[in-house]
Nanobody, 124 residues
Framework: VQLQASGGGLVQAGGSLRLSCAAS????????MGWFRQAPGKEREFVAT????????YYADSVKGRFTISRDNAKNTVYLQMNSLKPEDTAVYYC??????????????????WGQGTLVTVSS
């Protein structure tokens, strides 16, 4: 599976962005998908994950209620809708695919494939 993230950019605090992650391959619908982010000087951290069917999602506490992960298996794409953005959301955002989904797949080593990242900058 090859992943291509897009949709990042510069936004003011309180604004919104929607990230997309397009996947190649015919088996996209069999993978759980996740979003992670890495801020400058910090370790990569989990943001959100969604099961292969889209019926189960799980979020980091820091984004719960503001971010929504979704997927369209017909388009081989997973989305991250980000609302009420804060300066601390500034980071490079990565999408990832996992063959196995635990319901709370929130560690990097649970994911098998990674996209290249897209930069989100939130100004105060």
């Amino acid at each position: 599976v090859q992943l291509q993230a897009s949709g990042g950019g510069l936004v003011q605090a309180g604004g919104s962005l929607r990230l997309s992650c397009a996947a190649s391959g015919r088996t996209f619908s069999s993978y759980a998908m996740g979003w992670f982010r890495q801020a400058p000087g910090k370790e990569r951290e989990f943001v959100a994950t969604i099961s292969w069917s889209g019926g189960s999602t799980y979020y980091a506490d820091s984004v719960k209620g503001r971010f929504t992960i979704s997927r369209d298996n017909a388009k081989n794409t997973v989305y991250l809708q980000m609302n009420s953005l804060k300066p601390e959301d500034t980071a490079v955002y990565y999408c990832a695919a996992a063959q196995y989904y635990s319901g709370s797949s929130d560690t990097s080593n649970e994911y098998d494939y990674w996209g290249q990242g897209t930069l989100v900058t939130v100004s105060s």
